[in-house]
């Protein structure tokens, strides 16, 4: 162990583990090409404010997990939590949405939540996120839905649901809140402390609260869907049938509600069953009011994140990493090998070769071994024989066949 080891809750990504990695966001950089996105790349922090007036004062994000500093100025700022918030300050601040047509952005990397470790949750995470703004079809959901189901399928993730629900607006969800709020309020006594106090300020949040009790009060509680008005039920109708269109199958779940207060209307989130307690592999929904709220014209927008630890965890479960070797091992065999050698390896380098050495010489089989340890193709010899005929030694690892190149034609190998 060093004197000073990693801060809980932040991982180092290993070299084994880089190639799933480098699959998932090549994977992610294709699919979301394919659908017409672009990058932003919002930074890493951002003022505290944009994400106290985003995710919601009363939201467990903004009241117990951000990491929230004064800087040397006395500005409040925050690692960023989650992307949406930071990718539409920039869509407002850089005026992206002039115009008037659809914005479709995208954005990977690092995101940072103050929670309590486990198994696929950690406290710096990674993320794909996808933004539509300007869209207010309901067949921008189901692009943005189909979008996260190709690029789900491509990695080849079994076992993954897509459970969907709508929230309404900002015109049907008061009288829907208030009746929640009548239905609990009687049956206060039996909701855990946090609920209690959502109770006040967040009843939606009631509705997916882990603690048992809890979750037998919300049983027979009243559903948003008998709720919805007009339009937000033909928007929610265009997206399923839109889902249809396209054969894909998901679940509805009226209690579905989101950690985040932004969302209105369609929600959704992929589910795995192979993830113990943390399964929501990806969520997200419309927030149509949130362009608004943080100053901007009234754009709608819809998005989703998927958290990429959790995808790396899916994947290693289905498929052992693979560590991909060197083109080449170079065993230099003798002291004389080593300026030949040096220059060889670096014109197989230059050619565009991955190649493999040790610059200090070393006898043939501890040479094989680390040929053997750096996953290389092959290995080339270079010992006192080579260096007389001019002609070095290739094994080809795999094949287990030998063959000869002349030390000085590079362009050969
Ligand atoms: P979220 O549901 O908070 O949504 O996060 C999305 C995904 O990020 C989760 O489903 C999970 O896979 C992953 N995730 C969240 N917290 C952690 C953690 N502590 N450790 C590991 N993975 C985690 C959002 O962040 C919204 N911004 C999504 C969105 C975009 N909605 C609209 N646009």
Redesign the pocket.
């Known amino acids: 162990m060093p004197a000073v080891t990693a801060i809980r809750g932040f991982k180092d990504i290993l070299p084994a583990e880089a190639s799933l990695w480098r699959i998932v966001e090549e994977t992610a950089r294709d699919v979301v090409r394919r659908f017409d996105f672009v990058e932003l790349r919002p930074p890493i922090m951002e003022k505290t404010e944009l994400f106290q007036r985003s995710i919601g004062q009363s939201t467990d994000i903004v009241e117990k997990e951000m990491y929230t500093m004064e800087d040397r100025g006395g500005e409040k700022i925050t690692l960023r939590p ?3 918030a930071g990718l539409v300050r920039a869509l407002l601040e850089h005026n992206l949405h002039e115009g008037g047509r659809a914005v479709k952005l995208f954005c990977l990397g690092q995101m940072f ?1 103050y ?1 309590r470790p486990q198994k ?4 710096q ?1 990674h ?1 794909l ?1 996808v ?1 539509v703004f300007n869209d207010p079809s309901p067949l921008a959901d189901a692009e943005t839905i189909f979008l996260l189901y190709v690029f789900l399928s491509e990695l080849g993730l079994p076992s993954l649901s897509i459970v969907l629900n709508s929230l309404g607006c900002r015109e049907c969800r008061p009288a829907y809140r208030q009746s929640l709020i009548d239905h609990l309020s009687s049956r206060k006594e039996r909701l855990c402390g946090d609920c209690q106090r959502r109770l006040e300020q967040n009843p939606l949040r009631t509705l997916d609260c882990k603690v048992p009790s809890c979750q037998a009060e919300a049983q027979d509680a009243p559903v948003l869907a008998s709720f919805l008005c007009p339009d937000c039920r033909a928007h929610f109708e265009a997206v399923k049938s839109a889902l249809a269109s396209l054969g894909l199958s998901y679940e509805l779940d009226e209690r579905l509600v ?3 207060d932004y969302y209105t209307r369609t929600t959704f ?1 992929v589910r795995s069953g192979d993830l113990g307690a943390q399964n ?6 419309r ?1 149509d009011g949130l362009c608004r709220e943080l100053g901007g014209p009234d754009l709608p927008g819809i ?5 990429l ?2 995808l790396i965890l899916l994947l290693s479960q289905t498929a052992p990493p693979v560590s991909d070797g060197p083109d080449y091992y170079v065993a230099i065999l003798c002291p004389e090998a080593q300026a030949p050698a040096f220059k060889l390896i670096h014109q197989l380098r230059k050619k565009g070769l991955a190649v493999a050495a040790d610059w200090t010489p070393g006898g043939l089989k501890s040479r094989l071994r680390r040929a053997d340890k750096s996953g290389a193709a092959k290995v080339v010899m270079i010992g006192p024989d080579e260096l007389a005929s001019g002609q070095v030694l290739i094994r080809d690892l795999v094949a287990k066949e030998q063959e000869t190149r002349p030390i000085d034609r590079p362009d050969l190998f």
Do not use: W
């Open positions: 989650e992307a949406t939540r929670e696929g949750r950690q406290r995470f993320q996120d933004e989101r950690g985040l989130e929501a592999v990806a969520g997200g929904g927030y998005g989703f994140a998927v958290g630890e959790r």
